[in-house]
C-alpha cells in the first residue's frame, strides 16, 4: 500500500473535466455551510460594537484602573459624546446588550442615557452627577472596566467565557466564581454521553452486524429492515414512545412490579439512563451499517484458518477479524459521536436537570438572549471537539492499518 | 387551456408553500403561535377583519424567535409584517430597532389596559398565565396555596416545575410568602435572588423539571408528578377537548405573561398592519380570539363582551387578576442571562 502521490501538473490536466464536475458541490458547500458558519463563528471574537462604540470613552480612561472607584470627571463627557453619537446613529441598544453581557443589569441604565445624552442640554452642568443620576449601573466600576479594557477590534471574552474564566481589573485571567461556573461542566457532561452513546453502539453493533453476516439471505434483509426502521422513524415519536415506556406506570415499570422484582415503581424516565438509552436506538444504525459493510468483505476464511491454526475462537477473533473491522468501527464510531455530540431536543425531552448538553445552551443563547457571540464561542467549542476526534481518528486508522500491513 | 389552470393552480400551491410571501395584492402576513391558537385567531380574529375592511391575511406560524426577526431585518428581506411575540423579546428587538412604535390611535387606548400589555411597540395579542395545577381525579383535597405545593409532607410525591429560571423564581417566591405584586421588587436585589434560590433549595430533591407543556402534563396525568406548574391554556385545552379534570389554584396566586403583536421594521405591508392594529384594539373586535380560546386580553374592556364561562378560563379577566400580577419583562431583559446561568449552575449541583 503506497501512500497516494500529489498530482503533478500533466497528471492535473487530465483531471480537469473531473474538477469541473465537482464545482457545483464546492460552491454549494461553500455558499450553504462554509461561509455562513464562518461568519457566525467570527462572532465568537468579534469586538467591533464595543470598539466602534466608546473611542473617547476609552481614550479618557487610559491610566485609570477599577481600583481607583469611579474614573474621573472628563471620563463622563467623553462617554455622554460616545454614547450621543450611538443613539443617533442607531447603535445605542446594540451596545446596551452587549455590556449588559458582561455586566448583568446595566442595559436599561446604557439605553435610558444613551437617549438622554442625545437630547440633552449640557450647558454647564456637572457632567459626572447627571451620567450617575441616570442609574445605578454607572456607580459600578465593573462596567466603566469593560470599556477601558474592551478596545481592540476583537475581543476573548466569549470565549474565556464557555472555559469558566474572565479577565480580572488587572487584565489578568480568573476564574469565574463557583455559582457562575457553568460551561466546562457542560462540555465534560456532552463529552461524557456522547462518549459512552458511541461505546454502547459500538458494543452492540458488533454481535449484530456478526448475526446479519451469517444469517441467510431472508433473515439478513429482515434483520437489517429492524436495524432500520428506527432510522424512518420521526425522531420526537421515538423519544416520546419512550418517555410512555419508561414513566411511573408505564409497561416497564408495570412488568417489574408484577414480576415482584420492585415494589415501588422505579425512576426510570429523566434520567441519565434513559438519556442514553434513546440515543443510542437512534444512533444505533449509524455504528452497524459501516460494521456491516467492512464485515461482509472480510473472507471467513481467514477466521478459519487462524481456528485450524489453534487459536481458541476469542484470540482469532481479536487478532485477525478485530484489526480488519477497524476502519468500519472508526467510521461509525466517528458518525455516532458527531451525531451525539449535537444532540438537543432529545435530552431536552427524556433527559434529567442533569444530561443536558451543548446545544441545548447554544439555541438558548442565539434565541431567547440574542448574545450571538457567546452561542458562536459554544459553537466553536464543538467545532473544535470534532476537529480533534476526526484527527484522533485518522490517527487511529493509519497506525492500525499499519499494523494490518 | 388546462395548462393555464395548472399554472394557476401551481402558482397559488407555490405561493401557499413560501407561506409567508404575499400571494394576494395588499395582504398582510402575520406571525402566530400556530397550531389551534391560529386556528381560533383566524375565525375569532382575523376573518372579521378581512370582512371589514377587504385586507386578505395570511396568517403564518412561527416559534416566535427574535433572532429570526434580527436576521430577516438585517438581511433586508422582511417577509412578515405583524409577529406575536413574548414580551422580553419585545423589550429587546423595540430597543434594537427591529419593530416599530405602534400607531398613536393605538397608544391612546394605554389607560384601558393592564399593566405589561400595551407598550411603545406592541399591543398585547394574548395574555397568559402560569398556574398551579393538579389533578382533580387524583387529589380531592387538592393544594390551596404555593405554600402547599413546598409541602412534600401533606402532597407527598414529585412536583413539576418549568426547567428554567423564569417563572421558577417567581413561584419559589410566591411559596416564600411573597405577594405576587412585589416579586420584582424582592427579586431585584441580590438577597432576594439568594432567598428564591433557598427556597428552591427545600423542593429540590421532589422535582421532576419540564422544558416542554406537553411532557409536564403527560407527567401529571401518569401520575409522576402530583402538582405542577404550567400555562393556564393548555390547562383548559386538556379538559375542553381531551377530557381531563385539571384544577388551576388561581387564588394561590400567578403572574401573568403577555405576547404581543409588534410591527417588523421594513414590514412588506406597514399600511395593511397599521389597518388591522386599528381594527384590533377595538373591544368588541379584541372579544373574538378570547371567546374562541383560554388566553385573555389586555384591554379591560374585552371582558364586558364576553360570557361568565368564557371568563372563567382568562388569567387576566376580572375575576381572578386580582390574585395575579404581570411578568416583568424590563427585568429579565436585563437579567434573564445571569439568572439563567446560575439557575442552571444550581440545577447541575
Known amino acids: 500500500m503506497r501512500p497516494p502521490q500529489p498530482l503533478r501538473p500533466s497528471a492535473l490536466r487530465g483531471q480537469v473535466p473531473y474538477l469541473l464536475m465537482l464545482a457545483p458541490l464546492v460552491m454549494f458547500v461553500l455558499v450553504t455551510v462554509v461561509v455562513p458558519v464562518a461568519l457566525f463563528l467570527f462572532r465568537a471574537i468579534d469586538n467591533r460594537e464595543l470598539q466602534a462604540g466608546f473611542p473617547q470613552t476609552a481614550a479618557a480612561l487610559s491610566g485609570w484602573s477599577q481600583a481607583q472607584g469611579l474614573p474621573p470627571e472628563p471620563a463622563f463627557a467623553a462617554l455622554i459624546f460616545d454614547l450621543a453619537k450611538a443613539q443617533e446613529e442607531g447603535r445605542a441598544a446594540a451596545l446596551a446588550a452587549r455590556l449588559n453581557q458582561a455586566v448583568p443589569g446595566s442595559r436599561s441604565t446604557v439605553i435610558k442615557t444613551a437617549k438622554w445624552a442625545a437630547t440633552a442640554d449640557l450647558q454647564g452642568a456637572s457632567l459626572r452627577e447627571d451620567v450617575l443620576d441616570q442609574g445605578k449601573a454607572w456607580h459600578n466600576p465593573a462596567l466603566w472596566s469593560v470599556i477601558a479594557h474592551e478596545t481592540g477590534r476583537f475581543t476573548s471574552y466569549y470565549i474565556l467565557t464557555t472555559l469558566d474564566l474572565k479577565r480580572g481589573p488587572e487584565g489578568q485571567l480568573q476564574r469565574l466564581p463557583a455559582e457562575e461556573a457553568l460551561f466546562l461542566t457542560i462540555l465534560a457532561r456532552t463529552l461524557a454521553i456522547s462518549l459512552s452513546v458511541t461505546a454502547i453502539c459500538a458494543l452492540l453493533a458488533l454481535p449484530v452486524a456478526h448475526v446479519i453476516t451469517a444469517a441467510r439471505p431472508r433473515m439478513a434483509t429482515l434483520l437489517l429492515a429492524m436495524v432500520l426502521l428506527p432510522l424512518w422513524t420521526s425522531l420526537l415519536v421515538r423519544t416520546v414512545a419512550w418517555i410512555i415506556l419508561l414513566q411511573g406506570e408505564g409497561p416497564v415499570n408495570a412488568t417489574l412490579q408484577w414480576l415482584g422484582a420492585v415494589t415501588e415503581p422505579l425512576r426510570l424516565v429523566y434520567t441519565r439512563g434513559s438519556l442514553i438509552v434513546t440515543m443510542v436506538q437512534v444512533l444505533l444504525p449509524l455504528m452497524i451499517l459501516p460494521v456491516l459493510a467492512v464485515l461482509k468483505r472480510i473472507p471467513p476464511e481467514q477466521m478459519r484458518a487462524a481456528r485450524s491454526l489453534g487459536a481458541p475462537w476469542w484470540m482469532a477473533w481479536r487478532r485477525v477479524q478485530l484489526p480488519l473491522l477497524w476502519p468500519g468501527l472508526m467510521t461509525g464510531a466517528g458518525l455516532t459521536f458527531t451525531f451525539a455530540l449535537g444532540y438537543y431536543i432529545t435530552p431536552r425531552l427524556i433527559g434529567g436537570e442533569k444530561d443536558q448538553m451543548l446545544s441545548s445552551f447554544i439555541v438558548f443563547y442565539t434565541d431567547k438572549t440574542l448574545n450571538w457571540g457567546l452561542a458562536a464561542a459554544l459553537s466553536l467549542q464543538l467545532l473544535v471537539i470534532l476537529a480533534l476526534v476526526a484527527g484522533l481518528l485518522a490517527g487511529l486508522h493509519r497506525l492500525t492499518t499499519g499494523r494490518v500491513r | ?349
Open chain 2, 1 to 349: 387551456m388546462l395548462t393555464a389552470r395548472w399554472l394557476h393552480k401551481f402558482a397559488l400551491l407555490s405561493a401557499a408553500n413560501l407561506g409567508s410571501a404575499a400571494y394576494a395584492e395588499g395582504a398582510i402576513t402575520l406571525a402566530g403561535w400556530g397550531g389551534t391558537w391560529n386556528e381560533a385567531y383566524k375565525t375569532g380574529i382575523t376573518d372579521p377583519f378581512t370582512e371589514k375592511t377587504g385586507i386578505s391575511v395570511v396568517l403564518d406560524e412561527w416559534d416566535g424567535s427574535l433572532a429570526r426577526v434580527r436576521a430577516m431585518v438585517e438581511a433586508g428581506a422582511v417577509s412578515y409584517d405583524l409577529v406575536s411575540i413574548e414580551a422580553p423579546q419585545l423589550e429587546m428587538g423595540c430597543d434594537e430597532g427591529l419593530f416599530l412604535p405602534l400607531p398613536a390611535s393605538v397608544t391612546a387606548q394605554a389607560p384601558h389596559y393592564l399593566p405589561g400589555t400595551l407598550h411603545d411597540c406592541g399591543i398585547a395579542s394574548d395574555t397568559w398565565a402560569t398556574v398551579l395545577v393538579y389533578d382533580g381525579t387524583k387529589l380531592t383535597n387538592g393544594p390551596k396555596s404555593w405554600a402547599d405545593f413546598w409541602d412534600v409532607k401533606a402532597f407527598p410525591g414529585k412536583r413539576g416545575l418549568g426547567g428554567q429560571a423564569l417563572y421558577t423564581l417567581e413561584n419559589a417566591l410566591l411559596a416564600d410568602g411573597v405577594a405576587p405584586s412585589d416579586i420584582y421588587t424582592v427579586l431585584a436585589t441580590p438577597e432576594g435572588v439568594d432567598r428564591a434560590f433557598a427556597k428552591l433549595d427545600e423542593i429540590k430533591p421532589h422535582v421532576v423539571w419540564w422544558s416542554s407543556s406537553s411532557t409536564a402534563l403527560q407527567n401529571l396525568d401518569a401520575g409522576e408528578v402530583v402538582m405542577t406548574d404550567m400555562y393556564n391554556g393548555r390547562v383548559t385545552f386538556d379538559n375542553e377537548n381531551n377530557g381531563k379534570d385539571y384544577r388551576i389554584v388561581w387564588e394561590a396566586g400567578f403572574l401573568y405573561g403577555t405576547d404581543l403583536w409588534a410591527l417588523v421594521a421594513d414590514a412588506p405591508n406597514p399600511e395593511g398592519a397599521a389597518a388591522f392594529l386599528e381594527f384590533f384594539a377595538v373591544p368588541e373586535n379584541q372579544a373574538g380570539f378570547p371567546r374562541l380560546y383560554g388566553y385573555g386580553t389586555g384591554d379591560a374592556r374585552v371582558y364586558d363582551h364576553l360570557t361568565e364561562a368564557q371568563r372563567s378560563r382568562l388569567p387576566t379577566s376580572p375575576d381572578v387578576i386580582g390574585y395575579g400580577a404581570s411578568y416583568n419583562d424590563a427585568f429579565w431583559a436585563e437579567n434573564l442571562e445571569s439568572l439563567e446561568q446560575r439557575f442552571k449552575v444550581w440545577q447541575s449541583q
